[in-house]
């Protein structure tokens, strides 16, 4: 599927202040490619006793003109959209940016009500994307970070997407590129602190010699670029997260995988925990392979 030049964003009730808005429209300009803005209503709340369904869709249109006023407004020439659409949230924003670069959503969810948190909407959203998806903390603005574009990258996962999702986003900013790697002890050598140390000790020394040779290949690939690589030791999200606190990303970048249809749906434990947790704007990569 060829990928359309325009950049989705989820918006609800909140978007002055979700951060989400604010981030696409500095891609959008960095871009040059026009955002596509999607208020969607859920079309369960439609039966909901004592719900006025005409106020609700009377709101959302409001809601609506008003982004498309704040998109009119805004710096730059490109043709900004803001439209409405009705059904689950998730699914309609997954759908509609379907064959686009890329889907912005805020921390906070995106329903009318509060109690849709990360591990509703926005966690659904990820985890049946199939293009990235950035998701950006509440109140974000674009001076909150100033360190680099940080890449979570681990043994197994096919990490192409990933990277050139990352040096894309770094190429634009004018931002080095680091790849943090965290690894931790298999639960079988805790009991041993003989055996520990020099497992630890091996681990280490083959995990920056791997990365490194990692950060070889993409150097030659794009000798324009910087590239640092980081290893530590500690659990895998708090490693994540707190490299990219360290480091003062401006944008953390990490890879899902959906082997199969209904597994994406669901979240791995470390994505879901860094969705959590990031202070940053987070991308998640799908697998090309995704659908």
């Not at 909140?14 to 891609?27: C, F, H, I, P, V």
């Not at 509440?138 to 990490?159: M, Y």
């Not at 680091?178 to 055996?195: G, K």
């Not at 994406?264 to 434990?269: A, D, K, V």
Request: charge should be negative.
């Amino acid at each position: 599927m060829s990928v359309k030049p325009v950049i989705h964003v989820g918006v609800d009730g909140s978007w002055r202040d979700t951060g989400a808005l604010e981030w696409a429209l500095q891609e959008s300009l960095l871009r040059r490619e026009p955002l596509q803005v999607v208020h969607v209503i859920d079309e369960k709340l439609r039966h909901v006793p004592g719900w006025e369904g005409d106020a609700v869709d009377d709101a959302s249109m409001e809601l609506v003109n008003d982004v498309q006023k704040y998109l009119d407004e805004s710096p730059g020439t490109l043709d900004n959209e803001a439209d409405l659409m009705v059904g689950p949230p998730a699914r309609k924003l997954a759908q509609a940016a379907a064959d686009s670069r890329m889907l912005v959503v805020g921390r906070r969810g995106l329903g009318t009500f509060k109690r849709l948190l990360v591990g509703s909407t926005s966690e659904a959203v990820v985890a049946q994307a199939t293009v990235p998806v950035v998701v950006v903390p509440e109140h974000w603005k674009p001076s909150d970070h100033a360190g680099p574009v940080l890449v979570a990258l681990d043994n197994d996962a096919e990490n192409v997407a990933v990277m050139e999702f990352a040096v894309a986003e770094a190429t634009e900013r004018g931002l080095p590129i680091r790849l943090v790697h965290v690894w931790d002890l298999p639960a079988m050598y805790s009991w041993d602190a003989i055996n520990v140390a020099g497992v630890s000790a091996e681990l280490a020394d083959n995990a920056e010699r791997r990365f490194e040779k990692v950060v070889a290949e993409w150097r030659q690939k794009y000798p324009g670029r910087i590239f640092e690589v980081e290893v530590r030791r500690g659990h895998l999200v708090d490693g994540i997260v707190t490299a990219a606190e360290d480091a003062d990303a401006q944008l953390l970048v990490l890879g899902t995988r959906h082997p199969t249809r209904m597994a994406s749906f669901l979240l791995g434990s470390v994505t879901r925990g860094v969705l959590h947790h990031a202070t940053c704007p987070l991308a998640i990569v799908p697998a090309p392979s995704a659908s």
